[in-house]
Structures are given as structure tokens and as C-alpha cells.
């Protein structure tokens, strides 16, 4: 199988005028193309910290990261920000919509800053919308949405590229029994279909449980 990331992180520090917090000392990650993983662990322990880190959002830290075959630390500014856009899917807590665009146009966003958009089909925008249900909410601004489907609108913006990786922060945590089953099922059909690799950090172990690999963060003494 084809590995996708192979990260080692000596130590990640958070520094504050009176404290400094270090986190993920010594944590190393090796994942495979189309894998499913969850992370799981007690508030604190640097569960969306490591998604920073892996979505290259987060390059403050000691050690090495190997992506999609190339060390990070080779990568210039504009590589990583082609990288974040095009390879990367997103669906993080702190996502947030615009409100002067529709949610028409917040989900298709990341379309306007790819270099190419040979992926992308109108016939995938349809089904994205359909199989979340928000179709009868894309002209709408999102301060006139639910936060349940504001959440909905990140999801399909995050995997409207049909990114090589996605990584999701609490992906279900503010929508009921019914929205939360169709996002994970649109996303693990998206692994099944196009070997999409997925990270999900979560505190509901049900969705946990539905990945194939499950990784327990613990706070080290």
C-alpha cells in the first residue's frame, strides 16, 4: 500500500507569558492511501492540534512530516497553499462560512483559487447538495442557515475537490442522528470511490468505532 503520511513530532509547545504547554511529545503517524482513522482522546490533548499539523496549517513544531511522498519542509509557501486547496479537504470546527456569498458560492469557493478544476463536475456539485440535503438552502447567505446546516455547507466545501486526504474536526457535533449518518455516509463513500483517505478527530466513539483504525491520544505525565 501506498503511504501518504509518515509524521514524526519530537514536541509541539504552546508558550504564554506566565506557562508553556508541551503536547504530542515523541507521537509518530504513518497512514496509508485510503485508510480510515479516527482520533480519540480527553479536550487538551492535542487532537486538533495534530490536524493542524497534518493539513499544514500548523508548521510550529520539532520534527519531520513526509506528505503524499515529499518532506513538508521542502515545500514553499505557495506549493503548501496549492496543497491545502487541492489535495487537502478540510471540515474543521472553526470553518467559517462567509456571510456576503451564498452558500452556493461558500461551497464552491475553493474552485476560484484551484489552478485547475478538470475534477470538479456541476453533476458532483448536485450530488454533494442532494445527499446532504441543503439543496433548498444554496441561495441563501448563511446567516439566514441553521447551525446544523451551516455544518452541512462546510462538509460539501471541504470535499468539493475530491481532496486526496480529509481531515475532520468533530464532523457530526451539532447535527442530529439523521444529518450525522448522511455526512458519514457521503464520506466513506468517498473513500470507497475514489480512495479518499480520511482522519476524523471525534468524541462520539459510535463514529469512532466506524473507522478501521481507531488512535487514543493520552496526556503524558
Known sequence: ???????????????????????????????????????????????????????????????????FGSLTDDLNASQLAQWRNQKI????????????????????????????SENYREKDFENITNALGIKSILKKKPFECSGGEKSRAVFARGIIMKPELILCDEPTASLDIDNSERIMNLLFKMNED???????????????????????LKRRT
Open 1 to 67: 500500500m501506498k503511504k501518504i503520511i509518515d509524521l514524526n513530532i519530537q514536541e509541539k509547545v504552546y508558550k504564554s507569558k506566565k506557562s508553556q504547554i508541551s503536547i504530542l511529545n515523541n507521537f509518530t503517524l504513518e497512514v496509508n492511501a485510503g485508510e480510515k482513522i479516527s482520533i480519540v482522546g480527553q479536550s487538551g490533548v492535542g487532537k486538533t492540534t495534530l490536524l493542524n499539523i497534518l493539513g499544514l496549517l500548523d508548521v510550529n513544531y520539532k520534527g519531520t512530516y513526509r506528505l
Open 89 to 116: 479537504g478540510f471540515i474543521l470546527q472553526e470553518s467559517a462560512l462567509i456571510n456576503s456569498l451564498t452558500i452556493e458560492d461558500n461551497i464552491k469557493l475553493p474552485l476560484l483559487y484551484a489552478k485547475s
Open 194 to 216: 475514489f480512495n479518499t483517505t480520511i482522519i476524523t478527530v471525534t468524541h462520539d466513539l459510535e463514529v469512532a468505532n466506524r473507522h478501521e483504525k481507531v488512535i487514543h
